[in-house]
């Protein structure tokens, strides 16, 4: 076999004082809330984000689309794909103006006496309609469109110009707008399955496929409500196999954004085992693109792990209090530095940028676990992860006095910073919401709190000889797991439980008034064991395995690293404070939270997805683990649009003969690239450019068949970024 490749022309660090820029941030948080709430129709009320005249185009146009994300209801993964959309967008249209660089969808090439005003132009008009056509989705699409309407107003453009005349700028735009639409309008994420405004009031974004497709995902335990308490196992006899996924039903069900829900969860992202990512490639399209293997499931040889994992969960939930007067110093100096998929750091003796020793920050470990909770939940405005490591780029690039894209090379300006920043950035969320609820679809797995709630109703598995033994029950644990005894009731330690049942010390649930009061931990029937969420959302509407947060952050970390050449925050040292909770009052101090590197940041979001029972530890390292290699490809794929040389990508070949008598023929392939397959008896007939067939690359690798009818046969894949 032979391939040929034709060469083609083509967190935020603060050094302000603490309280500063975070805390303006958290006051986003509290006013966002207030204005999901509000009834739709009052868009007068509302002011939206206007151009900062001291940012890139790229940059205000990044904002507007995180305050659209605020404004929505959240679907991580959706809005993953819309933010590398809206960067392909951006880039392309910088990219048409670069004699280098390869767009993505749009290849075209242009020129223009001002380079500067034509790329802000185009760039404006193809972010325009795309915003158009996604927010058309959003829950709060009334307001959405005007807000875009005003935003071009404020800009200078004329929305009604749908010219596609590709020698002025708005035509280049509005071209772009066609073609990035088209190519992500198919991708296996149902969009135009969805039904927009006004066609439906609110809109659907993103269904599951109908009633009776193969792919359609089929519920196999019935649903629990949390809230009923009393019955024998907790899950009201509903529960059929305990390692799957069950969904819940609350009455009175908010999302993170303040929009009412329907009581009985559905599964966000149910289709998106086959939505198509940017860098990763498979084999089998059932299959997840990463394939982490399994979780730990009860009664299998993992059945250890299995309870393990739940016995970390309740222990995390046991320290969401400062009753306990336990102190910690959350400094560089003793968290972070891990080895990936671990908990294994300690720290760092000295600061990496400046050389001086980090100073201690000591606060109650319950301030800390339940700030860092709400905190990384949604992000800091509710913008779900995706948007906060999007927020979290804009901060260090404010903060690097240089541009150096990987940190070498000359000295870039704003702009070819910041769309190159978001491109590759956006591929890899992308690509990790892909990656991830690939792994959540094929999986189908349990959540912490139908499984301790399960297994704390069989019992305990400690020990044959004590009560309420059953092999599925909880391991007994001194001052976390504990059997409800006489001696336990009469000394009022278990005060108010049932004799025989399981005991927990956790979290109880969110207090009546979460704003005056705090719930603490005490012993709880492990039936009745709470998530730290509001009682308006108690846990996400999709399986757990892997965890989400994870796998973003840590291929968000895997990209800031790469693009800005060290992992290190810019000073060594990122931080957000945080001075009010959500769930319940508090914190008793204002919390700062500190990060060394990118992927300290990361690896503190999976911990508070562990903190806020939504995920165990098997959950977040393999989250990390499949989000480390995502990171990864998505920025070794994005250097080579960067610099051009990404139809000259060596091409992978191989082969194998099938049953049928034909020969199949695989090689890698970059989606959107046009490919030749030409064979031949002989190799001397492959030095013919002219043979072969092309064809545009959906998916990675390319998979072809031929008919062997001659004794030996020789193939040769050339790839081109036009038919």
């Known amino acids: 076999m032979s391939h040929q490749n034709p060469h083609f022309m083509s967190l935020p660090s603060n050094p302000q004082p603490p309280g500063t820029r ?23 009320t509302i002011h939206w984000y206007v151009p900062n005249p001291d940012y890139s185009i790229a940059r205000n146009w990044n904002e507007r689309a995180l305050e659209g994300i605020r404004m929505d209801t959240p679907h991580p993964p959706g809005q993953a794909r819309n933010l590398f959309t809206f960067s392909v967008c951006m880039y392309d249209a910088w990219a048409a103006y670069d004699t280098n660089a390869v767009g993505f969808v749009y290849r075209a090439k ?45 800009l200078g453009y004329d929305i009604s110009n749908t010219s596609r005349d590709a020698s002025t700028p708005a035509g280049v735009g509005n071209r772009i707008f066609d073609a990035v639409s088209a190519w992500f309008l198919e991708d296996g994420s149902r969009q135009s399955a969805g039904t927009a405004f006004p066609a439906a009031n609110p809109p659907v974004a993103y269904p599951d496929y109908p009633v009776g497709h193969p792919r359609r ?82 009664g299998t040889s993992t059945d250890t792990e299995f309870k393990q994992n739940l016995v970390e969960v309740i222990r995390a939930s046991s320290q969401l209090t400062v009753d306990d007067g336990v102190k910690i110093d959350i400094s560089p100096a003793t968290v972070g530095n891990n080895t990936l998929g671990a908990n294994d750091g300690h720290g760092y003796t000295v600061n990496p940028v400046t ?56 000295e870039v300006d704003r702009l070819e910073w910041d769309v190159k920043l978001y491109f590759a950035l956006n591929a890899a969320l992308h690509d990790a919401g892909c990656a991830a609820w690939s792994v959540k679809r094929y999986y189908n797995a349990w959540r912490p709190l139908s499984a301790i709630r399960y297994c704390g109703g069989r019992g305990q598995s400690s020990d044959t000889h004590l009560p309420s033994y059953h092999p599925d029950g909880l391991p007994l644990v001194p001052d976390l797991i504990e059997l409800v005894t006489e001696n336990t009731l009469a000394s009022g330690r278990h ?29 709880v029937h492990a039936e009745d064991w709470m998530t730290y969420q509001k009682k308006t959302f108690v846990t996400p509407g999709f399986p757990g395995y892997i965890s989400g947060h994870s796998t973003f952050s840590r291929s968000a970390a895997e990209i800031m690293t790469a693009f800005t050449g060290s992992k290190w925050f810019p000073h060594g040292l990122g931080t957000y404070e945080l001075d009010k909770l959500v769930n319940e009052a508090g914190p008793s101090a204002p919390v700062t939270l ?49 610099d051009g040389s990404v139809a000259n990508a060596p091409i992978q070949l191989a082969g194998r003969r099938l049953e049928d008598g034909q020969f199949e023929v695989r090689f890698d392939a970059v989606r959107g690239l046009y490919y030749k397959i030409h064979a031949s008896p002989g190799v001397e007939a492959l030095s013919n450019d002219g043979g072969g067939t092309s064809q545009v690359a ?26």
């Open 594 to 642: 500190q990060w060394a590197s990118y992927y300290d940041a990361a690896d503190q979001v999976g911990l508070s997805r562990i903190w806020g029972g939504i995920h165990p530890p098997a959950d977040d390292f393999m989250g990390r683990r499949v989000g480390a290699e995502v990171g990864q490809r998505a920025w070794a794929l994005s250097q080579r649009f960067f």
């Open 110 to 154: 242009h020129t223009s006496p001002d380079v500067a005003a034509a790329r802000r132009e185009a760039m404006s008009y193809a972010m325009y309609r795309i915003m158009q056509e996604r927010h058309a989705y959003s829950r709060t699409a009334t307001n959405q469109a005007p807000a875009n309407e005003a935003f071009m107003a404020a």
């Open 698 to 723: 959906f998916d990675s690798p390319v998979i072809t068949t031929n008919t062997v009818v001659d004794a030996r046969r020789f193939f040769r894949v050339s790839a081109s970024l036009t038919p």
């Open 22 to 44: 975070p805390k303006r941030i958290l006051q986003v948080v509290i006013t966002w809330f207030a204005l999901a709430a509000a009834p739709l129709g009052e868009a007068a």
């Open 217 to 298: 995902y089929v519920f196999l335990n019935p649903p629990m409500n949390p809230f009923l308490h009393g019955i024998d196992d907790g899950t009201n006899h509903t529960i059929v196999d305990v390692n799957i996924w069950q969904r819940m039903i609350v009455a009175n069900s908010i999302d993170q954004n303040g929009f009412p829900q329907n009581p009985l969860q559905g599964y966000l992202g149910a289709q998106w085992l086959w939505v198509r990512p940017f860098s990763l490639g498979r084999l089998d399209p059932d299959k997840p693109w990463i394939d982490p293997g399994p979780p730990p499931f009860l």
């Open 495 to 523: 005060v108010g439980l049932t004799l025989g049942k399981i005991a927990v010390l956790s979290w109880p649930g969110q207090p009546e008034v979460p704003s005056e009061q705090t719930s603490g931990v005490r012993w």
């Open 355 to 410: 050389g001086q020793p980090y100073a201690s920050n000591v606060v109650f470990r319950g301030d800390f676990t339940r700030t860092l909770t709400e905190f990384w939940a949604d992000g800091p405005s509710s913008e779900t992860p995706p948007g906060h490591w999007n927020t979290i780029a804009n901060h260090v690039s404010d903060d690097m006095p240089l541009k150096r894209v990987a940190g070498t090379g000359p």
